[in-house]
């Protein structure tokens, strides 16, 4: 994430009503937004968590909430990243897929055009057109399973030439709360004497403080920052999470053994600014040929805890370990 921001207006949350138990929103009717001030949105709910797609941009989730809850994803208005050639990328807040490594001509492509919604079953698909510029295409699928959700994120190659990229998905937050990076606990040698974990850096972090404390082999990054900062470690736990205000969201993905990660290996990010905080996960880097697309699959939970609980318990009041993907 760059830290080269324009500020915009703040619009406050919209309450919204939930759908019946199991249900998706019709692909026609849209819903009201504390996001976009346009009302082409799609609602998606189960009996206790409820989504909002966006339909005019993307592909977004801009809201993820218990059903009759707040939303938990950061709303940021027309907060965006200035880009070189005088367009914006709008951050929007919610959840995006980019694409890695981070390079502003490609990784901010704008993705303000509307976009293809299908319904697969149980599964709702949003699909973005390959971009002229970059020549690759977007896609997220969404399901609701077993009281979570599952989210794919699709890239694909529709341009000429080879490209070598990896998808990398990020959830931006409300500032105001904890974000719990863990890093890896088992060993790599039977004597227990190698190192077994590394921690990332990013070039503007770490310059005149340090943005996180380490607890029980977990990273703890509070959002109180007036610069920005990014750490990332390995998916070897298969987790990260937000906390803030009593509500702890989690999102899981797998670590592929063998596989190639740029940014150092760090599959597992996060990002904090003064305006927001994100959760990000890498794919492997992929060499697509023309025609040849990469998946990553993230899974989303989220819980609601004493808000007197102090976030380095979380892990453990949990379950975080002893859950899988």
């Known amino acids: 994430m760059s830290s080269c921001v324009t500020h915009g207006s703040y619009r406050p949350p919209v309450t919204q009503e939930p759908r019946e138990k199991g249900t998706v929103g019709s692909l026609l009717e849209p819903a009201r937004s504390a996001i976009s001030t346009n009302p082409a949105e799609i609602r998606l709910s189960d009996s206790r ?4 797609v966006a339909t005019t941009f993307g592909p977004r989730v801009t809201a993820f909430r218990f059903v009759r809850g707040d939303n938990v994803f950061a709303e940021l208005g027309d907060l965006s990243i200035s880009l070189p050639d005088g367009r914006n990328y709008r951050l929007v807040g919610g959840h995006r897929l ?5 390079i502003p001509e490609i990784t901010y492509e704008p993705d303000d055009a509307p976009v293809a919604v299908s319904e697969e079953g149980s599964r709702l698909r949003i699909d973005q057109a390959a971009s002229p510029a970059t020549g690759i295409a977007k896609s997220l699928t969404l399901q609701f399973v077993d009281g979570r959700v599952e989210v794919m994120h ?3 190659n529709r341009g000429r030439a080879p490209i070598r990229i990896a998808p990398w998905a990020i959830t931006q937050f409300p500032v105001g709360g904890t974000a719990l990076l863990p890093v890896p606990v088992t060993p790599t040698d039977k004597h227990g004497l190698q190192p077994n974990a590394e921690i990332v850096l990013w070039p503007y972090t770490g310059i005149g403080d340090t943005p ?9 990054i509070p959002s109180d920052r007036t610069e920005a900062a990014k750490v990332g470690t390995t998916l070897d736990r298969g987790w990260l999470a937000y906390v803030r205000d009593g509500l702890v969201f989690v999102k899981r993905a797998r670590q592929i053994p063998e596989a190639e990660y740029l940014d150092r290996g760090a599959a597992a990010q996060c990002y904090c600014s003064a305006d927001f905080v ?3 996960t890498l794919a492997p880097v992929a060499a697509l040929e023309p025609g040849a697309g990469v998946e990553h699959t993230e899974s989303w939970e989220l819980y609601e805890v004493d808000p007197n609980v102090e976030p380095p318990q979380i892990p453990e009041i949990l379950g975080l370990d002893r859950s899988e993907l």
């Open 212 to 220: 996180f404390l380490l607890h029980d082999r977990t990273m703890i």
């Open 98 to 102: 980019w694409v890695a490594p981070e």
């Open 278 to 280: 994100e959760l990000e």
């Open 49 to 52: 968590l409820e989504l909002t």
């Open 154 to 156: 699709s890239i694909s």
